[in-house]
């Protein structure tokens, strides 16, 4: 029986019935099932441009496959367009607005069922946390991934134009240079193309069996994501039918699956907090403890942009996420009977997949030559992060530095001081009133770290921040540090030249000043006063909770 079914909820009734007509109801469609179709097509940025084609897309299968869809908007803000501005404090909270409004619109419609379609980075957790907060019959449809921009024989991401900036500063290009890769490196519609937030978060939701397989990593404008789109209706239609709802599918299990995936192909830091908030939603216990117990026992197996060769366009040739999973189950490191949207199992999905990767590719390695013998993103503790903080230590040869702190109270300051070849070899760089409360927002640091790299100190500095980061970051960088300089965590109390622990071999991150002196420190501390008063932001700052629960603000 459906939970909201049109008739239980009153539509029947005559003035409901005259309000639907107006918008097409006929005779008939009074008994067939109303699905919500969340569309978050913006011109906004190149991620989304092309999802209201995949929108009527879907809008014409439901009604085909018998049901009568209804589409609503949800917005977008652009990550890389708002990078290093004022405007990126919106982003993580665009999470929160996305998945408040999908509720709003489906709960109010008593609606039977969800097709959210999206493709900026937020658009993808925003709605997972609708599902499981409403847990009605769901499907995420991913917009699909940009491919990759083209110069001189080489691919380009939109993370190249933010290195370009720091190979300007520090003589490796010219202007002219730096131009050529702004106007190549995003080609056309889709999400950032290497494995970044957006790709990172497509393939867990894929994982979770939230969203049909091998979808997640499809490019925007190829066909095949239109026919994915039409049938990921059908499926939603069949979940509708069979009662499958996601809590059925959010299992800490399926969570697992997903924690698997997400180290086996190199993914975002963000995944953390993403996860965090979604099981959160789901009344599932998930801690930052889980990731760091999976990263022991799961490879990266996958060599993908940002420290990697190779693009997601690349990955879906090589056989996509079906691939890396078949690798996992196998290998004993993924749950074969987590249940998917299809009403299939985990290894029902993957039984036809090989074993093996594809010999005529090295996107995806074999489990026994893995491109790291652990997983990437490794929760750190100590004195400096007593609820942990996420480091992610691909592409660097050395995961372990101690050296002095150069402190900034802002993402600004330390791109300035970073443009201007303050920072040196040995440095731990430390942003700090960044998280979710004191930014508020908690800012991604893409400018600044790839201008790091682009000078060529990513191997030679470390920066934590209690900020976060692009999943186009790379490099010893750490992030989410709770609990965070606002609220009073002991990031607060670092000053210029302390000695910094950063070492992920040990999962220690520790301030090497004594106990007492850091007292002293905490006396003479004050509480910053909130940077905005009123609006978005503000409530924002009031309900956020930490990062280490995933910043979630119900």
Known sequence: MLRSSAITQGIQRSPNRAMLRA??????????????????????????????????????????YGSMPQIFGTITVSDGISMGTEGMKYSLVSREVIADSIETACNAQSMD???AIGGCDKNMPGAMLAMARMNIPSIFVY???????????????????????????????????????????????GSCGGMFTANTMSAAIEAMGLSLPNSSTMAAEDQEKVSSTEKSAYALVNAIKKDIRPLDLLTKQSFE????????????????????????????????DDFERIRQKVPVICDLKPSGRYVTVDLHKAGGIPQVMKILLDAGLLNGDCKTIEDKTIREVLKQIPSEPPSNQDVIRSIKS???QKGHLAILKGNLATEGCVAKIS???????????????????????????QINSGDVVVIRNEGPVGGPG?????????AIVGQGLGEKVALITDGRFSGGTYGLVVGHVAPEA???????????????????????????????????RRDNWSKPKPKYTSGILAKYARLVSSSSKGAVTD
């Open 23 to 64: 918008v097409g109801f006929k005779d008939d469609d009074f008994n067939k099932p109303i699905i919500g179709l969340a569309n978050g097509y913006s011109t906004i940025t190149p991620c989304n441009i092309g999802l209201n084609n995949l929108a009527l897309k879907a809008e014409k299968a439901l009604k085909d």
């Open 113 to 115: 069922g969800v097709l």
């Open 143 to 189: 917009g699909g991934t940009i491919k990759p921009g083209k110069l001189n024989g080489k691919d380009l991401t939109v993370v190249s134009a933010f290195e370009a900036v720091g190979q300007l500063t520090s003589g490796k290009i010219s202007k002219e240079q730096l131009f050529e890769v702004e106007k190549n490196c995003i080609p056309g519609a």
């Open 257 to 288: 699956n997903a924690i698997s995936v997400v180290m086996a192909v190199g993914g975002s830091t963000n995944a953390v907090l993403h996860l965090l908030a979604i099981a959160h939603s789901a009344g599932v216990e998930l801690s930052i």
């Open 370 to 372: 893995p491109i790291y």
């Open 395 to 421: 592409g660097i040869k050395n995961a372990a530095l101690t050296g002095p702190a150069k402190v900034f109270e802002s993402e600004e300051e330390c791109l300035e001081a970073i443009l201007n070849k």
């Open 442 to 450: 908690m800012r991604e640091m893409l400018a600044p770290t790839s």
């Open 486 to 520: 606002a609220i009073g965590g002991n990031i607060a109390l670092i000053q210029n030249g302390d000695s910094i622990t950063v070492d992920a071999n040990q999962k220690v991150i520790q301030l090497n000043v004594s106990s007492e002196e850091l007292s002293k």
